[in-house]
């Protein structure tokens, strides 16, 4: 069990500009979830993968955003034409399937932290 | 719709004091509620949760919470402070069915002097 992992950790950007970020869920974890953390809130749900299939999305998720998870493994989050209000750290998380004992337990990567100039 | 209220965004306590940070949810179902900590450039890292057992949780690093349904309320102490503990804390709240997404509060920073 190596953990969540995120790429890049940091990416400064252009407004303007696309960025893609991924995430490696901790192996044999089905469901995956995206959060963003702006400075000095908790994190904000943006969406919902169970498998490769995407279940849920936030209102904060627009048009820019797409997220995907092809074969139920790792995970992306594309941001198109970047804007300053999109800076913020992005957060990956994972947990099992079917685990009763689970209750819900989300394992978090370290996050991408995006700076949009 | 669920939400987490955390009272006081900063917390300081002197090293061997008691810890005492705050959080009161919304909720219309009864919830799973969580505890998280963050360290500077890290991700969050579970401290803690309720899922409708014991009503005083006891969590990693001494931590503790206890909850109060009549009170919506889901207090976290700890009994004497360490300079390690200094951090952000975030309380957050889920449905138990579902996809079930975790809706935090806006954080506590929590501030250890020697």
């Known amino acids: 069990d190596t953990g969540v992992s995120q790429d890049p950790r940091h990416k400064i950007t252009k407004r303007g500009q696309n960025v893609t970020f991924r995430c490696d869920p901790i192996?044999?974890?089905?469901?995956l979830y995206w959060y963003r953390q702006t400075l000095g809130q908790g994190p904000e749900f943006l969406t919902y993968f169970q498998n490769e299939a995407q279940l849920e999305k936030s209102r904060l998720l627009s048009d820019r955003f797409s997220a995907e998870r092809p074969k139920g493994s790792f995970s992306t989050l594309e941001i198109q034409r970047t804007e300053q209000g999109d800076s913020a750290m992005y957060l990956c998380?994972?947990?099992?399937?079917?685990?009763?004992?689970?209750?819900?337990?989300?394992?978090f990567g370290a996050g991408t932290r995006l700076s949009v100039l | 719709a669920q939400s987490v209220t955390q009272l006081g965004s900063h917390v300081s306590v002197s090293e061997g004091a008691l810890v005492l940070l705050r959080c009161n949810y919304s909720?219309?179902?009864?919830?799973?509620l969580f505890w998280y900590v963050q360290y500077p450039n890290q991700g969050l890292q579970l401290l803690l949760k309720y899922t409708s057992a014991a009503t005083l949780v006891k969590g990693i690093n001494g931590f503790e919470a206890e909850f109060k349904k009549s009170e919506t309320s889901f207090h976290l102490t700890k009994p004497s402070a360490h300079m390690s503990d200094a951090a952000e804390y975030f309380c957050?709240?889920?449905?138990?069915?579902?996809?079930?997404?975790?809706?935090f509060g806006t954080g506590t920073r929590l501030l250890v002097s020697p």
């Open positions: 957050a709240v889920s449905d138990t069915t579902g996809f079930q997404k975790l809706v």
């Open positions: 909720s219309s179902v009864p919830p799973y």
């Open positions: 998380a994972s947990r099992p399937l079917g685990r009763v004992e689970d209750k819900n337990i989300q394992y």
């Open positions: 192996s044999e974890h089905n469901r």
